[in-house]
């Protein structure tokens, strides 16, 4: 008798051929997330769930899944998961890390870009016909190439984002929770570990990277917007709530900051009403992993963790790994 995973939403093939090798595998057919009641119900006889960071992994969904040996997150952020209350069970949960860190870095550029040369505005006078030939006063927008810029959570993706830098010659600074220096952006970069304050006043773009939790919700406030220059722009691949939506919309419409490039928000799928009347603002859907190699590589990871907590095994990429000391 093989066990049983569930997987709560389409991924690539590959990762799910991986898993049938040694286990029976169901997928939620539908594209949409599985309402929560019918999650706790299927979950019920399944000893493997891989599931996706809009799944809410806490006590209720492991008493609803007795038979659980692990769960596995198709993402590398788990503010989805309680941790703590799986290890407490004994139960390993893991995400995926690497596989996606320079398509998400790739995404952050492509909003960095998108949002100083007002890709998305110009592109819908274009659409819109209206475009009467080249003018020497249109679309203006803010020089990239030896601009400063500010990483907020040097891990490995704001770590990508700021060595892609590079070509463009910008000064690097960077805020650490743990106060370490990040020692690759300090070699290649020149970069420099500043205080949050240094960070907001001196960068003219800043990236946000670091993950979310009680210490990184609601970082950029109303104060945070007010510190940045008027000239700044912010870019958002990590996590919604790390901004007040609320307030930056505010520091937008009052132009305490110049633009805002998000890939993910506040209370996904919602937007904060008004964000997107704005023109100085590049909004993709929470697209950062978003590449044929980064997905398929996301799906083979999430099949490898389960395959190996199936069996007891520690998995690559374990969220808990003291469960198996
Ligand atoms: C996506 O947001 C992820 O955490 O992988
Ligand atoms: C995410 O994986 C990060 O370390 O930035």
New binding site residues.
């Given amino acids: 008798n093989l066990p049983k995973v569930y997987v709560t939403r389409q991924i690539p093939k590959q990762g799910l051929d991986l898993l049938r090798q040694a286990a029976e595998v169901e997928v939620n057919p539908d594209d949409a997330p599985v309402p929560r009641e019918r999650l706790l119900e299927i979950i019920k006889d399944c000893q493997g769930v891989i599931g996706l960071l809009t799944e809410r992994i806490d006590a209720e969904f492991f008493d609803a899944a007795p038979n659980l040996k692990g769960y596995a997150n198709y993402a590398?952020g788990f503010d989805n998961i309680d941790v703590p209350e799986a290890t407490r069970r004994g139960l390993p949960v893991t995400n995926t890390?690497d596989v996606l860190?320079n398509a998400t870095a790739e995404c952050a550029w492509s909003l960095l870009f998108g949002v100083a040369r007002r890709v998305v505005e110009a592109d819908a006078v274009m659409r819109s016909g209206s475009w009467a030939g080249w003018g020497p006063m249109q679309f203006i927008g803010g020089d990239v190439t030896g601009k400063t810029l500010g990483i907020v959570?040097a891990?490995?993706?704001?770590t990508a984002m700021a060595r892609m830098s590079r070509g463009f010659d910008m000064p690097v600074l960077y805020t650490s929770s743990s106060g370490r220096r990040n020692e690759t952006l300090d070699k290649e970069l020149n970069a420099r570990l500043v205080s949050f304050e240094e960070l907001l006043e001196e960068s003219d773009f800043i990236s946000l990277?670091a993950p979310l939790n009680p210490g990184t919700r609601h970082l950029f406030g109303a104060d945070a917007f007010k510190r940045m220059k008027r000239t700044a722009y912010i870019i958002n691949t990590a996590r919604g709530p790390v901004i007040d939506e609320q307030a930056l919309l505010e520091a937008l419409k009052a132009g305490e900051i110049a633009g805002a490039g998000l890939d993910v928000y506040e209370n996904e799928p919602a937007l904060t009403p008004g964000l997107a009347e704005l023109a100085n603002v590049v909004l993709l859907p929470h697209i950062g992993s978003g590449t044929e190699s980064s997905r398929t590589d996301m799906s083979m990871l999430a099949a490898r963790n389960m395959l190996a907590m199936l069996k007891g095994h520690k998995p690559e990429t374990c969220l808990n790994p003291e469960i198996y000391d």
Avoid: K, L
Avoid at 155 to 158: E, K, Q, S, T
């Fill in positions: 590398v890390p860190t959570g891990g490995r993706i704001g990277h």
